[in-house]
């Protein structure tokens, strides 16, 4: 498994975080009739024709919002159903953006099932010498032809009678009018600010709004040219389908142009297709990235690694899978390019390896070949302190060839090696039932009397189960991984819902327990508060996310998310 495309799916995944909130995907899990959970009947974006090849970001709704909002009536509790209804008025209205128009009165009665969004292009006139100019699309399924076009010419009628001076041009048998439309409310010290605006029907299916009218015309060129079109584009289909679940919403993301776009260094060229579908507990995710650089792999993985077993049900972050050694080297390389990597993931390892001085690349996880788990654990008593605790199984015969080949007398002996250079002394003690090894550091202290305590701090447990090397980072750590088959995470109800929607064979998984972690996270990274400010109000219903990947065949790495909502 390469770890730095399974991040790039995650960083997409993260980003995407943001658009649910702005779309208001948000608690829409489940509807009766039941079609939705099976997604919509059409499978891939029937306005990808107008969309060029290279746009940056394209994101489409494949179902008409109100249906949405009745399968969400009919789930949610009774005390929920208001709530629930506000935030569905709240993206029915955001589809139309900082205009003037009204949902429920200019665009219900024709909007068909299908909305998509696109940035078409970088730079409009590309002229760098006078500043980049965005294009901007969104073309509407009708239902109704007939009232669409009444609804654009009242809206231009309005407009005209406000003063705005429109201007109109036939283009290939299309309509197109254009004017300013103002944004937001005036009033007699602040007038509003307006913004471009073109639109026009084109045959007897859709409405198109641009911000300018070259942007109308080479959508309509990419129709008439479908060489240039992104629904012709063979890398585009051959995403679309390697994705097997059911859908209601597209992202595609075009990342070399979205590097362009953000300013952003991504790891990989190619792109990145992501189908969004409905769950009665949440929203399921599924990836396509296209980078040819990757070498094919296959999910072999078709349930829970047993290493499991030993982190605790408690534990509100984990990772397990197998191959641990391509993980890591996967998202260092990812790290270094994405800041928000590096602080979330890499740099608790970073004090890991401090606590313990040594190189986790060159010291454990070069051997960890086989099976693991890795899992937060928090302190008794405490809710904010946490260990941790990593479970691998050195049973694997390439686990062990790496070990007699790195380490001749073995890993523990490097360990005690390495800890005794840092002034740590190697010792044991009974824990349980059982004897653990404990790497201690003392410490002196001077109390009242110039009387002196010496007290030994452990820095590091480790013991051996089975085929299982077990390490942590307190003995309290360790008694609960070792007590943890009492109730382990492996075994827990919670984690089983959470990793039911992922497809299987997959690579393992990384999985989060909002309610547990969101406290921690929120103290240890201050970022993680603006991200759930920009996903409001998803992050008000986030229960749990769990991530996985799925392999590399020809030339696409798929992968999936679960986002659990209550």
Known sequence: ?????????????????????????????????????????????????????????????????????????????????????????????????????????????????????????????????????????????????????????????????????????????????????????????????????????????????????????????????????????????????????????????????????????????????IALGLNRQGLIAETALLDGSEPATQASLSKPVGALQYIPATSPLSASGSHLDHLWAGLSNTASQYDFVAQLVQQPLVDLEKQWHIKLEDDIFSWATGDYALGLVPQPGTEHRLDWVFVADTSDPAAQGAIATQFPDGVIAHLDAIAQQQGISPGSLPLGDRTVNVWTRLAAETLPKQEISVEAQVTGVHTSVGKYEIFATSLEAMDAALTAEKDALADSPKFARAIAPIQTPNNGYFYVDWDKAQPVMERQFPFVQLVELAGQPLFNHLRSLTISNYGNESGVQRGGAFIQLN
Do not use: C, H
């Not at 970001?57 to 929920?80: E, G, W, Y």
């Not at 283009?171 to 439309?181: D, H, Q």
């Not at 479908?226 to 679309?240: G, V």
């Open 1 to 273: 498994m390469k770890f730095r495309s399974f991040l790039t799916i995650l960083a997409a995944i993260a980003s995407l975080l943001f658009l649910i909130g702005s779309f208001g995907f948000v608690r829409i899990f489940a509807q009766s009739p039941l079609a939705l959970l099976r997604g919509s009947p059409i499978e891939s974006p029937t306005a990808a024709m107008f969309i060029p090849r290279q746009a940056p970001l394209v994101a489409s709704l494949l179902v008409n919002p109100d249906r949405l909002q009745t399968l969400r009536q009919v789930i949610a509790k009774p005390s929920d159903r208001r709530a629930a209804r506000a935030e569905l008025d709240q993206f029915k209205q955001g589809i139309l953006g900082s205009t003037d128009l009204d949902y429920q009165r200019d665009v219900q009665p024709w909007l068909g099932d299908e909305v998509t969004a696109a940035i078409t292009s970088l730079d409009l006139d590309r002229d760098e010498s006078n500043g980049a100019e965005r294009g901007y699309l969104l073309a509407m399924l009708t239902k109704d032809p007939q009232r669409s076009r009444e609804f654009l010419q009242l809206f231009w009628q309005k407009r005209a009678l406000a003063g705005t001076d429109l201007a109109f041009e036939s283009y290939k048998g299309t309509t197109i009018i254009s004017g300013n439309v103002a944004q937001g409310n005036e009033t007699a010290t602040e007038p509003s600010e307006s913004t471009p605006l073109s639109t026009g029907v084109v045959g007897s299916r859709y409405v198109l709004f641009a911000n300018s009218p070259k942007v109308l015309k080479d959508a309509i060129n990419n129709v008439q040219a479908s060489e240039l079109n992104l629904a012709s584009s063979a890398d585009y289909q051959r995403a679309i389908s390697t994705l097997k679940d059911g859908r209601v919403g597209v992202v595609f993301l075009n990342l070399p142009q979205l590097k362009t776009l953000t300013g952003e260094e991504l790891p990989q060229e190619g792109s990145l297709t």
